[in-house]
């Protein structure tokens, strides 16, 4: 049973001297008023006893004209954001500068004068009192509510780079502020505040990672900024259990917790993800687990019983080749599907290849565009573990044509691995999923497993490494923009590897697949550990290891064929007949060559010639396209010759590889 207990909470500090030091500041904020007007009494006795004996109208008219600029400077600087708070500021500036010219004319002793100086300070004085009190208790008359987090970012958004913003609070709880950045327009936009949120954090002295800003929607004057504590993610979180056991794949799954302690609840629908992060950052028990271990629950009963339509239940296939049962295999109960070879991987895509025009005609006979819930197909969930591998292995141009249609069709594809980039990775796969990064071992790596908003927006997984596993950044279509560069933190399934395993183990044996019945077209790429589909049709095991892997071609091939319409069923031919000569016409002058079967040796001898001719030829750089050639005329394919440039290229051999350009360098000729 998964623990719920300890979950995680806010550490609060308060002591004596905080406690005195707020309130002194409360103290000195009320007293201001006074000791102003008591320095302002000074100050036009000082003018009077100063100017007395000289000119006194003409150095009226001088100090008239002061207080009329004072008062300009006075309208135009004010900070308040309502009319009545402007119009309270320069009345004030005003009223204060005339009776100070009062004083210079009729001197500080006269019954009127003295008199309307108390009563006139007394009326400032407490009007300014009455102004800070109900700043203190939360709001001015536009609703925005008044803090010390815009007070200190005041103190410091010069020294921030973000002079002339100011930042004002607009909702506050117990583990986040949601605040308003108003940023000066035409100088500043919300990208030049995101690229400032260290020197914002610098400047308040806040942990590193407190503070989030995006872009508002309506304005882009405004940026929206919440600020919370990072260090409450420091602890694990453990899974409390499924959010919503018999609902369907529509319904947002609770993976984990965003840092200001809100559930990160996520629609895994109508796009694909991708999972990177290195080794040892928690994309197994972090990433895999939780997002599986609500799919596993979700039958789509509790939908059906509500509106009478069909029970949509979440399919999960998965495949791992290169870890095989140890991140998947405590799942295997629960998962429709699971291959842990070469062959098996390349048949399971084979088989989703055969189904999807299967279901698009299905959910095209309903008038729907996409898939819904009730719509009398499964939901398909294609979950694929250390990924690149799988990659190397597999048609990558069939697999992104896979993709496109399974978004339409009622699937998803989620893929794993460690490093997202080109040579693992195509860009037309990448540009199709969702990014979902845990720790990274540098900037460069982050660029792999972030999207571009998530960069602009300050996204930084470097700084965990995978010294913070579970700790992930979370940028796809259904998640709030605000939310794609905050950190969350994947549940946890227990304080040890153990009781991890033992956990989910138990929680994949109480969802098992069979209690997930798929629709009659998604049966038949199902495949039961046990051996009995949910439907209860029979399924026979392939064999494990390698052994069969160019059996599946094969087999896929022959499927085909069985399955084609004969076009002449009156052409009859028995095993023995006699094959006849051609009648008419000559063979062909040439025939193609046989394909060359090489071994390890003679292909690395191969591969090398063919660079060394590219660089004899001129060329500099080349593309995997440019050794198109070799995986023609020989037994190599594209997957092994890219493999091996990889190879190449980190040992030195090569000069490197053009992200952009996604061609490899060849400053010099390349020699082993």
């Not at 819930?373 to 044509?401: H, Q």
């Not at 929680?507 to 949910?534: L, Q």
């Amino acid at each position: 049973m998964a623990r719920t207990k300890d979950l995680v909470s806010l550490d609060t500090e308060s002591s004596w001297e905080k406690v005195k030091a707020r309130e002194a500041s409360k103290l000195m904020t009320l007293a201001t008023p006074w000791l102003v007007s008591v320095l302002g009494f000074g100050l036009a006795t000082a003018l009077y006893f100063i100017l007395a004996g000289t000119a006194v109208a003409a150095w009226t008219s001088v100090l008239t004209i002061c207080v009329v600029v004072l008062t300009g400077i006075t309208y135009g600087q004010s900070h308040a954001r309502g009319t009545w708070g402007r119009a309270h500021t320069t009345i004030t500036t005003f009223a204060a500068g005339m009776w100070t010219v009062g004083v210079v004319v009729t001197g500080p002793a006269h019954p009127v004068m003295w008199r309307l100086g108390v009563i006139g300070a007394i009326t400032a004085a407490l009007s300014w009192n009455i102004r800070s009190v109900i700043r203190m208790k939360g709001w001015d008359q536009q609703g925005i509510v008044h803090d010390r987090l815009g007070f200190l970012f005041d103190q410091n958004a010069e020294r921030s780079g973000l002079g002339g913003a100011k930042l004002r609070t607009v909702e506050q709880g117990e583990a986040k502020i949601k605040a308003r950045l108003e940023l000066p327009p035409g100088e500043k936009t919300a990208e030049d505040a995101q690229r400032k949120a260290g020197n914002i954090e610098s400047g308040m002295r806040l942990p590193p990672g407190s503070v989030t800003v995006t872009a508002n929607r309506d304005d882009a004057s405004l940026a929206d900024v919440v600020v919370s504590d990072p260090r409450v993610m420091e602890r694990p979180i453990y899974w409390p259990g499924p959010s919503r056991p018999h609902g369907h794949a529509a319904e947002p799954l609770r993976i984990g917790v965003w840092q200001d302690l809100d559930p990160v609840r996520y629609v895994l629908t109508g796009h694909h993800l991708q999972i990177m992060g290195m080794t040892g950052s928690g994309k197994s028990f972090g990433g895999c687990w939780p997002m599986l271990g609500e799919l596993i629950t979700r039958d789509g009963t509790a939908h059906a019983a509500e509106t009478g339509q069909s029970a949509d239940a979440v399919v999960v296939l998965a495949m791992d080749i290169t870890k095989g049962e140890q991140t998947l295999g405590p799942l295997r109960p629960a998962l429709h599907r699971l291959e842990t070879t070469k062959a098996g991987a390349k048949r399971l895509i084979a088989d989703l290849e055969k189904i999807l025009k299967q279901r698009t005609d299905h959910l095209s006979a309903k008038g729907l565009l996409k898939w819904a819930p009730g719509c009398g197909l499964s939901y398909l969930v294609l979950w694929i573990e250390e990924a690149a591998d799988v990659f190397e292995e597999i048609d990558m141009d069939k697999f992104n044509t896979l993709m496109k249609a399974l978004r339409s069709g009622g699937g998803t594809v989620v893929y794993s691995l460690q490093r997202g980039d080109s040579t693992q990775v195509p860009t037309l796969t990448k540009g199709q999923a969702g990014n979902m990064c845990f720790g990274v071992a540098n900037t460069h790596d982050a660029g792999w497993g972030l999207s571009d908003a998530q960069e602009a927006a300050g996204a930084q997984p470097e700084l965990w490494e995978n010294r913070q596993p579970g700790m992930a950044y979370l940028g796809a279509p259904t998640i709030a923009r605000e939310r794609i560069a905050m950190p969350l933190r994947g549940f946890d399934w227990g304080a040890t590897d153990a009781e991890r395993n033992a956990t989910m183990r138990a929680h994949a044996a109480a969802w098992p697949a069979s209690a997930r019945v798929p629709d009659p077209i998604t049966a038949t790429v199902c495949a039961p550990a046990a051996g009995t589909g949910p439907a209860g049709q029979t399924r026979q095991a392939m064999p494990e290891g390698d052994a069969g892997e160019d059996d599946a071609d094969v087999t896929s091939v022959t499927g085909e064929y069985l399955t084609t319409e004969d076009p002449d069923p009156h052409v009859t031919g028995g095993i023995d007949d006699e094959i006849p000569d051609l009648n008419d016409g000559q063979p062909p002058l040439t025939f193609a060559q046989p394909t060359q079967r090489m071994t390890a040796e003679e292909r690395g001898a191969a591969l090398m010639k063919h660079l060394h001719e590219l660089f004899d030829g001129g060329a500099r750089d080349f593309s995997s396209g440019d050794l198109k050639p070799l995986w023609e005329s020989t037994d190599m394919s594209r997957a092994w010759v890219q493999k091996q440039l990889k190879r190449l290229n980190e040992a030195g051999v090569l000069g490197g590889y053009d992200d952009e350009a996604q061609r490899y360098l060849m400053p010099h000729r390349p020699e082993v």
